[in-house]
């Protein structure tokens, strides 16, 4: 629920605050629940275990994650909230359930079980049957707000044609039928 009210506050400042700095709100965010998690990490630490692990390589480990897996994704997922409908927006986070498990095999030759297997291809079946009909759709009206990128036909106000995000051939975009 947290992140669906962060990504539509994101999405209205689009239009209701175009210069406001949503940008900084992620690395803000993280620093804030960095300095939460260094001042409760004692609090929760185990009575006499060592606090920092010997050698620097599990911290390094641990600033690539923080750095690479969590603020750069969320960086790129805020500056998408701009542009991109929610809707679209909300499939296309449903992605990270499949991605995650096929890395994971990738890149750790761990085996994904037949559940894990069968969630990841109706994810991916679900964005797949949205994106080609969201590519018909355009293809049968001819929409410009398929290819203006900023998801307006021309001369159409804020929010009054529906919001389309595809790549379609440079033909189209000069009125010939693709």
Known sequence: V?????????????????RAPVMAAPPLGFALAACVGLLLAP?????GA???????APLTWLALNGALCMALPF????????????????????????IGP??????LDERPGALTLAGGLVVVV?????????????????????????????????????????AVAPEAVAGKRV
Do not use: N
């Open 43 to 47: 609090l929760l630490h185990p009575p």
């Open 102 to 107: 096929a890395l994971t095999f990738a890149v």
């Open 126 to 166: 679900a964005v797949t049957v949205h994106a080609g009909l969201a590519v018909r759709e355009a293809r049968l009206e001819g929409s410009p707000a398929a290819h203006t990128g900023k998801g307006e036909a021309p001369g159409t106000p804020p929010g009054g044609a529906r919001e389309l995000y595809v």
């Open 50 to 56: 060592p606090f920092v692990p010997a050698g620097g």
């Open 75 to 98: 960086l790129l997922t805020t500056a998408a909230a701009r542009v991109v409908p929610s809707a679209d927006m909300a499939l296309m986070l449903q992605l990270e359930a499949f």
């Open 2 to 18: 947290s992140l669906a009210a962060y990504l539509t506050a994101v999405r209205s400042s689009a239009a209701r605050a175009p």
